[in-house]
């Protein structure tokens, strides 16, 4: 890369490792309080990088759910990532080749955001290298957190449970505002998981899965049916 791309790369990259860094720690000192060992809870950030859905592994984790329910929770969250890596690959400007493995690996929420508003065509070294500032805020936290949660008292190590649900309301606060449709499926969501962890029926853990099918389903249904007033919100 040349200073230009390098200076650029940090530019959009940076603020990133900044958002990154706190949220990680947060994870890092739930997964010490939750009995993570260090070594996993590294590896949890370094193979998966997949914020709310590492905060919701872990939860399910804690409450007996088997790997096969984890995995497939977290696949249902992340599929968002194989569309939104669908369309960077066709910005890049060269052919990857194997590369694409990677830099699909370091694709979220915030990269994609970056990266899908940079208006030159995009290049690999500059796609890998906001990825991999990215990547290492998220790791670095983490492993920041679990340290620093060997000195907290137990009372604020317990409160860091309350970061999920601050990530995941970051995330559907702007939708919700523009969409009176994504409150109604929010709510409607909320109002399912309830009922069915309520009534016991599903074995635990499922019920999130259950949730994620149904209003997934309904919410493509409903976008299918009035796809104009949907982008009149938007």
């Known amino acids: 890369m040349d200073k230009q791309s390098i200076k650029a790369s940090g530019r959009a990259g ?133 340290l620093l949660g060997g000195f907290m008292p137990p009372i604020l190590t317990q409160s860091m449970g309350v970061a999920l649900y601050a990530l995941l309301l970051a995330i559907l606060m702007p939708e919700i505002k523009s969409s009176h449709r994504s409150l109604f499926l929010a709510l409607a969501s909320g109002l399912l998981n309830w009922l069915l962890v309520d009534l016991d029926v599903l074995p635990r853990g499922w019920s999130i899965i259950v949730c994620i099918l149904i209003i997934a389903g309904i919410g493509a249904i409903l976008s299918l049916s009035h796809p104009q007033k949907e982008e009149a919100h938007g």
Request: net charge positive; glycine share 10%; with cysteine.
């Open 14 to 146: 940076i603020p990133i490792f900044i958002g990154y860094f706190p949220a990680a720690v947060a994870f890092g000192i739930l997964a010490k309080t939750c009995g993570v060992s260090l070594l996993d809870t590294f590896l949890f950030s370094a193979v998966v990088f997949a914020g709310a859905s590492q905060f919701i592994a872990l939860n399910l984790l804690v409450t007996g759910m088997g790997p096969v329910g984890i995995i497939l929770t977290t696949l249902l969250v992340n599929f968002r990532h194989f569309l939104m890596s669908t369309y960077l690959s066709t910005r890049i400007k060269e052919k990857p080749g194997i590369w694409y493995i990677p830099m699909a690996f370091g694709v979220t929420d915030e990269t994609f955001s970056v990266l899908s508003f940079t208006r030159e065509k995009l290049t690999r070294s500059f796609v890998l290298a906001v990825e991999f500032t990215a990547y290492s805020g998220w790791v670095s936290g983490t492993l920041a957190g679990y």
